[in-house]
């Protein structure tokens, strides 16, 4: 499979930046697209980012003008938060889908990282 490790995270003011990074280890070429994700207590876990592997980014609404999503060549991504609100505090997770179905079967629907927490205060 797939292992995400997460990290970045943290205690920001209203207005400040954070910039998270996932690393991807294990099974890396059947991976197809890579996003983030958060879940805020009491609350569905939302899609904030994604990013294929032809680089083509969407972002939620929420976060678009604020934050960007990226990838280098080592199988990492990042999502550099701008201009960070009360209501981004959230558990941000990492997740990769799989190229081809039979992967899925095997593998399960995807890979998860463990989260990393960040919290936007004033």
């Known amino acids: 499979q797939v292992q995400l490790v997460e990290s970045g995270g943290g205690l920001v003011q209203v207005g400040g930046s954070l910039n998270l990074s996932c690393a991807a280890s294990?099974?890396?070429?059947?991976?197809?697209?890579m996003g983030w994700y958060r879940q805020a207590p009491g609350k569905q876990r939302e899609l904030v980012a994604s990013i294929n592997r032809g680089g083509g980014t969407r972002y939620a609404d929420s976060v678009k003008g604020r934050f960007t999503i990226s990838r280098d060549d080592v199988n990492t991504v990042y999502l550099q938060m701008n201009r960070l609100k009360p209501e981004d505090t959230a558990v941000y997770y990492c997740n990769a889908d799989y190229s081809n179905a039979d992967y899925s079967n095997v593998y399960g629907p995807g890979s998860w990282g463990q989260g990393t927490q960040v919290t936007v205060s004033s």
């Open positions: 294990g099974r890396i070429f059947i991976i197809n697209t």
